[in-house]
């Protein structure tokens, strides 16, 4: 066994990657001006929903947020990361092999979430406004099928790696009914973790950082500088979705960070190191998964006060910008140990 791990980079294409993020952030913070007064002139306030997910009338949910509800906050802003990140990415790193399928489900995805964001602007506000969700499911699954078939046909990718093992487990063709799975669960993760100001932004940043650093050391670094790219224009979201929101992403932008974070990590082969990484997303989307099941199972009886799990921890009493900032740092932590597991992994393979 080989201990030693080294790689290199020259300075010249790390400083291409760091300025991918910087372009990111300034021309998201160019972008924001012009979304903030078209949202405001147009009226794109983000309507608050009137049911939960299995039906019944969003006590919880209301309670907790009515103070928020009195004002109108503009949704849809991730359109301002998504136009950042396709700008810089079609400008100055578009690569066939590394970033041509990130950057296309990126978009894609985010295509789905601006329709539904644009119906539930202007739906009435009753139940869960925007796609029914078996369509919107629908829609991302086939973004991820095209991008699965993408990426065994034309990558000809067919294996995935084992962490902290050094193996290469050889799968066929069925890397593409997993690409799928990962993708449209990752997508759906980050949706139902954007739920209070600043939580989705700040988890995602510190996921795409560990990834771009991933990246860098395996030498794919069309990847890393695509992951540097959101890295900045989420920064620069995150700068006004911090609490109190000045607005929010939508599904345009939760869609979108979830598909490529998905990919990426197809792309870098650490599929298995994911559900570490993003953990909170894990816990984010179990919860919800959890609840529901447990009220068809059991008569209606909840696990939850209310699920996802950052409203249960609003509901006993957290204030909203603690329950943000605590799980912020679980995410932080959890990428290093992933990142940590990565690199294990690297040192197992000599």
Known sequence: MNDTLFFSVES????????LGTLGFLLSMLITPLYTTCAYKWEWWKKPRKTAT???????????????????????????????VAIVTLLFNLDRTETWLPLAAFVGAAAVGLIDDMINIRGSGAGVAGIPPKIKLLLITLIALIGGWF?????????????????????GWFIIPLFVLVVVATANAVNISDGLDGLAGGLATSAFAVYAIIALVEGRFGIAGFCMTILGALLSYTW????PARF????????????????????TDTVLLLPLIGIVFVAEAGSTLLQVASKKLRGGKKIFRIAPIH????????PETKVTMRFWIIGQVAGVLGLIAFLLGLGSMG
């Open 12 to 19: 010249a294409t790390l400083i291409h990657i760091l300025l």
């Open 151 to 171: 990426f065994y046909y034309k990558l000809e990718v067919s294996s995935i790696s084992i962490p902290l093992t050094g193996i290469d487990w050889h799968i």
């Open 240 to 243: 006004f979705n911090i609490f």
């Open 248 to 267: 929010f992403m939508g599904d345009v932008g939760s869609f979108s960070l979830g598909t490529a974070l998905g990919v990426v990590a197809m792309l």
């Open 54 to 84: 299995t039906g019944e009338t969003a006590k919880v949910f209301n309670k907790l947020h009515a103070a928020k509800h009195q004002r109108h906050i503009p949704t849809m802003a991730g359109a301002i990361f998504v136009v950042s």
């Open 311 to 318: 409203h249960h921890f609003e509901a006993i009493g957290w």
